[in-house]
C-alpha cells in the first residue's frame, strides 16, 4: 500500500480539512448502481472537501484509486478519514454493515446507523414496526421456500426478497406457477420471501431529511408512472420512468404522506436522509418499503425531491456529511 494513501491531511495545511471516504460498488446485486451513486457523491464533494475512493469489488475485495487493499489497509484508510459516506445500497452496506464499521473505527458516518439500517433493510420487521406505529402496510406473510408458499396461495401477489434492493427479485404473479416460480428467484437473492397483497394506488415517494442543525426536512411528494404491473429493476433504470415533483396531491393526502413517512422514519430511527416509498389509495397511504440509503445521482429521487424543496445537489451531499460530523461530535461529547 502506498503511504500518500495513508496521509493524514488534518496534519497539512494545503488540504481541506474534513477528509470523506466514499465507498462504492458492494458485494450484492446492486453494484452497478452503488458505483454510479458513489461517483455522483465524489464529483459533488471534491471541490470543497479532501475525498477517498474506496471501491468494494463484487467479490467483496477493497480497492481505492485503482490499488488492492487488504481488509486491514483499507480499514485504517477509513479510519485516518474524519467521515465515512457508504454509497453501497443493498447488504453489506445499506443494513448498517459499513456503519458499524465506522462505528469501530471511531469515524462519523453518513446515514442511518447500525440499528435503523438493519432493520429499514428487513422490509418485513419495516412492515412490523409500521403497523406499530399507525403507518397502513400491506398484507404479506414470510415465507422461507417454495412449498410453502404454494401451500396457500393467496394470488394475484406482489413477490419479493425480504432483503433486497432496487427492486431485484419483484415480480408480480397471478397463477400458482408463476408463484412456485418468483419464489425460487427471490430465494436465490435472500432466504426468505415476502408474498404481498397487490396493492393498487398511485406511487409515492417522500424524502425524509436531518440536518446538521438538528431540523428535519421533509421533501415535496414524487410520483412515479411507469407501465409495468411492478416498479422493477428493468423499469427503474431503461428510462421509462417519469418521476413528477412535486407530486399533484389534494393538500390532505399531501400531509398524510409527509405525516407517515416521518412516522416510520422516526420510529426506525433514521438519520441522513431516508425515502420511504408509498402507494396512494383511496384509504390513504400503504407502506411500501424504506430506503435508508437511496439512490444518490443527481437525477435519483431523492436529490430530484430535495431539490424541489430548493436545496442543490451539492448542498444535499454537503448537508450529509455536516449532520454526520455534527452526530458524531454530539455521541463523543
Partial sequence: MTTDLLHDPRTSPT????RVAVVGGGANAEHDVSLASAAAVRAALTPSHDVVELTVARDGSWWSGGDALTFAQAVGLVAAC????PAVHGPRGEDGTL?????LAGVACV?????????????????????????AVADGRL???????????RLPAVVKPVSSGSSHGVRRVDTVEDLADAVAAALELDDRVLVEEVVTGREIDVAVLR????????SPALEIGHAGAVFD????????????????LEPADAEAL?????????ALGCDGVARADFFLTARGPVLNEVNTMPGMTAHSQVPVMLAAAGLTYAELVAELVAQARARHAARAS
Wanted: negative net charge.
Fill in 233 to 248: 429493476t428493468a423499469t427503474k433504470y431503461d428510462g421509462s420512468a417519469r418521476f413528477v415533483v412535486p407530486a399533484p
Fill in 258 to 266: 409527509a405525516a407517515a413517512a416521518l412516522s416510520v422514519v422516526d
Fill in 211 to 218: 440536518r446538521a442543525d438538528g431540523t428535519t426536512l421533509v
Fill in 15 to 18: 488540504v481541506p480539512v474534513c
Fill in 82 to 85: 474524519d467521515v465515512l459516506l
Fill in 143 to 153: 415465507v422461507r421456500g417454495v412449498a410453502e408458499a404454494c401451500a396457500d396461495p
Fill in 99 to 103: 456503519a458499524a464499521l465506522a462505528d
Fill in 111 to 135: 446515514g442511518s446507523g447500525v440499528r435503523a439500517g438493519a432493520v429499514g433493510m428487513d422490509k418485513w420487521v419495516t412492515k412490523l414496526v409500521a403497523a406499530a406505529v399507525g403507518v
